[in-house]
Nanobody, 126 residues
Framework: VQLQASGGGLVQAGDSLRLSCAAS????????MGWFRQAPGKEREFVVG????????TGADSLKGRFIASRDITKTTVYLQMNNLRPEDTAVYYC????????????????????WGQGTLVTVSS
């Protein structure tokens, strides 16, 4: 499975942006998906995870209510809707795929994932 994240760009604080993650070669059906981000000089951070059932889990409190994961009905694409963006949200955002057996809480852990996309840069100006 090859994953490709897209939709990043330069936005202003308060704007919204939606990232997409598409798989080549197969659909996401049966996979759990996650979004992570990595800001310059910082460790990779869990953003949000979504199981194949549609259940989601969000990372830090600062993300809750602003960052929402979803997947389309055909299971070919997953999305990260980011609202009310802040300068501290500036990072490279990665999508990743985990086996269906991974429980919701374990989607926070990078080692739960088997496949990673290349990332897309989101820059939020103040």
């Amino acid at each position: 499975v090859q994953l490709q994240a897209s939709g990043g760009g330069l936005v202003q604080a308060g704007d919204s942006l939606r990232l997409s993650c598409a798989a080549s070669g197969r659909t996401f059906s049966g996979y759990n998906m996650g979004w992570f981000r990595q800001a310059p000089g910082k460790e990779r951070e869990f953003v949000v995870g979504i199981r194949w059932t549609g259940n989601t889990i969000t990372g830090a409190d600062s993300l809750k209510g602003r960052f929402i994961a979803s997947r389309d009905i055909t299971k070919t694409t997953v999305y990260l809707q980011m609202n009310n963006l802040r300068p501290e949200d500036t990072a490279v955002y990665y999508c990743a795929a985990a086996p269906s057996r991974i429980i919701l809480s374990m989607l926070r852990v990078p080692s739960s994932y088997e496949h990673w996309g290349q990332g897309t840069l989101v820059t939020v100006s103040s």
